[in-house]
């Protein structure tokens, strides 16, 4: 799991969080610029993630443009992007193409006159104290953050349809989005919990993303500051910026909340070999593991929510796996009485994880002319009524063959008519 990182650096001169994500033995000296000209060489690329810390920055250079970051993220790879008071066009786009949008006032600034920051130097009340953390182990960790988080910078609104973009860290009901220089000549476009200072996005590839609106909140004096709340009597000595990024940084490169499933099995019930076809009424077994990255080994994944389907144009088949709490998810079910290419497929979506998609194509045949019973149970009426009506047959014929007694016919030959008994035919 190891990864290549990326960052483009233009206003800030210390990154204290991302070092610790990548590599077991940390640096000294954390300074870091790294000077970006092209992300890709000979159609490969050269990171495993990108970090844009250049809120104002009009045009990166080389290669590099909006069009390039949002290619980099479709083939699969992570970001982290920050924007600011001021944010330019381009951070912007790449920002609304990952879904969110920040205030279109370029002065715009997050403002709380009841969840703001006590301090000497900020008076204005945008120096925001937030404790509105998203409620997932998996993307915050599993240690509760106690101290609020410092937010100094410019808000953006996540659309409620888009279920790839989440709210990690929101701004309290009593927060707007405004000028602190000016008077509201206008309703806020942003406010109360709309809000969002940090989102995320999961993207369908697994493609990660990080949108923050604020760079301050990155910064040395933001992580070492004391931290007090308006309106609490409680005065932390350090603020949870430093705990709340670096969770957010691992989820962001993988190092929580990666899944990977391997081993997908299925045979008949009572064998061990994957068969080529499956007829209709077969038992079969069906098996998959699945594992977790933990930042430093693959740990069996404990969930009982996974399902498989059995599927051919719609899932004729639904079963929830059973799991023995070490990876391994079983289940066994018979093949529907419908013939034809079916599937087998996995697929797994929950908040904070890659989503796994499986899928296993199987033929599945009807029964040969020789492998059908040779009497049916639910046609034992049919059969009945068929015996039925060759012994009345017999009966019948027998019955008339040994009476002496015939009928009398009359019919007219040549205008006459005779009488014959039944079986004197010489006369017809």
């Keep these: 799991m190891s990864r290549a990182m990326l960052i483009f650096l233009t206003t800030i001169p210390f990154l204290a969080i991302l070092c610790d994500s990548f590599s077991s033995e940390n640096p000294t000296d954390r300074r870091i610029l790294v000077l970006l000209d092209d992300l890709a060489r000979h159609g490969q690329y050269l990171y495993d993630a990108l970090i844009l810390f250049s809120p104002t920055i009009e ?8 069009s390039a970051v949002l290619d980099f993220v479709d083939s699969g790879h992570d970001l982290i992007i920050t924007a600011d008071t001021s944010a330019s066009d381009l951070v912007r786009e790449i920002a609304t193409e990952c879904g969110v949008d920040f205030d279109e006032d370029p002065a715009a600034m997050v403002i709380d006159h009841t969840s703001y920051a006590i301090s000497d130097t900020e008076g204005d009340h945008t120096l925001i104290a937030s404790e509105d953390f998203i409620q997932a182990d998996v993307i915050l960790g599993s240690k509760k953050i106690e101290a609020p988080v410092l937010f100094r910078g410019i808000g953006h609104s996540v659309n409620p349809a888009n ?45 990660r993303i990080v949108i923050s609106g604020s760079l301050s909140m990155f910064s040395n004096r933001f992580f070492r500051s004391g931290v ?3 309106g609490s009597s409680t005065k932390h000595a350090k603020s949870g910026n430093e ?4 969770e957010v940084s691992k989820w962001a490169f993988h190092e929580r909340g990666h899944l990977k499933a391997v081993n997908v099995r299925h045979h008949k019930a009572g064998e061990a070999d994957e068969p080529a076809t499956y007829r209709i009424n077969d038992d079969l077994e069906y098996s998959v593991e699945i594992y977790e990255w933990s930042g430093t080994s693959w740990e069996p994944y404990v969930a009982n929510d996974v399902q498989v389907q059995f599927y051919m144009m719609s899932p004729y088949v639904l079963k929830t796996l059973s799991t023995d709490q070490k990876g ?33 194509q199987i033929p599945v045949r009807p029964f040969r002319h020789n492998e059908y019973e040779r009497f049916i149970t639910t046609a034992f009426p049919y059969y ?10 017999l009966s019948l014929s027998l019955t008339h063959t040994h009476t002496q007694s015939f009928l009398k016919i009359s019919y007219f030959v040549r205008g006459n008519a005779v009488t014959v008994g039944i079986w004197e035919t010489d006369h017809i």
């Design 59 to 66: 045009r990166f250079g080389g290669s590099i443009d909006a």
């Design 163 to 207: 279920s790839l973009v989440l709210k990690i860290l929101s701004a309290s009901p009593s927060a707007y989005s405004a000028n602190p220089k000016s008077k509201l000549s206008n309703p806020p476009s942003l406010t109360g919990s709309s809000i969002s200072l940090v989102s995320i996005v999961q993207a369908r590839n697994n493609a």
């Design 228 to 230: 007090q709340r308006a």
């Design 243 to 246: 705990q709340f990024l670096t």
């Design 328 to 360: 391994l998810y079983f289940t066994a079910f018979k093949v529907p009485d419908v013939y034809g290419v079916f599937q087998f497929k996995v697929e797994y979506q929950r908040l904070g994880y890659t989503s796994l998609s499986l899928s296993k």
């Design 384 to 393: 009945g009524a068929s015996f039925s009506m060759v012994h009345l047959s």
